[in-house]
Every structure is written in C-alpha cells, then in structure tokens.
C-alpha cells in the first residue's frame, strides 16, 4: 500500500491536491471519457463500503503516480534543453481518446514544465525527441562536403 505522507513531492514540485485529482474525475465524466488506467474510478462507490476503500486505494495510486512523474519534469527538462533536442507530445495508447490529452498529441513544445506530460492523473504521453532537419544538421568531421551542383 502506498502511504500518501512518504510520497509527498518535492519542495520544487508544485502543491497537488485531492480536490486536483476530483477535479480531473469529474471533467472525464463530464464528457463521458476516461482515459486508459481509469479502470473502476468512473464514478464513486457509495462511501463505508468495501468499494469505496478499493476506489480510493486505485484513486491513491494515479495520484501517487502523478506527482512522482510531475516531481521529475525538471531533470526532464534539462536531458532535452543540454542536448538542444526539440521533442513533441505523444500519447502512447492512440486506440483509448483522452480529452485532455488529444489537443497535444504530436505537438511540438517549448521546454516549460506545464506543456510537459503528465497532463492529469494516468496520463501515459511521453515526450519523445524530433529528428532534426537535414537543412540543421551539422556534416561530422570525417564527412566529405557535397557538391551543391548536382
């Protein structure tokens, strides 16, 4: 079992809260679309029930999940920026919708922290690294130059 008090995040992350992940909860009914790993939590048990203790438990552990990858879009970040790699969103399952994520998938994005994945709780985007123009492509060393004749 996870124990929500040894899972804070970090003091660099920003405060998540219960109420952020209800939030999330309540537009994915809204809308009438989960995104994948929200298996049993489309609607509240009635509470005092055992029911309620395992939504709560699945609830605990996306939540959990959610700060920890939020916690690590920093060392993220700095991978990319060091080795000025552009990156774009990608959902890794296309067959599941996701109304939080669609609007991002396969954009490309600046390197700030709240345009990095994970977009709510569960998300499963990752970044993944553009490949670079041929016309920004530096020749390596042991590369004869081409004609630009022909």
Known sequence: MIDPATTAPPA??????WPEFDRWQAAFAAAEIFPPRWEGLQRPPPPH???AEGYRLRKLVLFCEWLDMVARRP???AH???QK???RVMRQDERAPCLACEPLNAREI???LD???PFHPGCRCVL???HADPADRRGRSYERPRSRLG
Not at 12 to 17: G, H, K, R, W
Request: charged letters at 20%.
């Open 12 to 17: 660099t992350a920003a405060p998540l809260s």
């Open 49 to 51: 029930t055992p029911e």
């Open 75 to 77: 060392a993220v970040r």
């Open 80 to 82: 990319f920026a060091r």
């Open 85 to 87: 790699i552009r990156v």
């Open 110 to 112: 600046e390197l700030e």
């Open 115 to 117: 345009a990095m994945p």
């Open 128 to 130: 993944v690294a553009m």
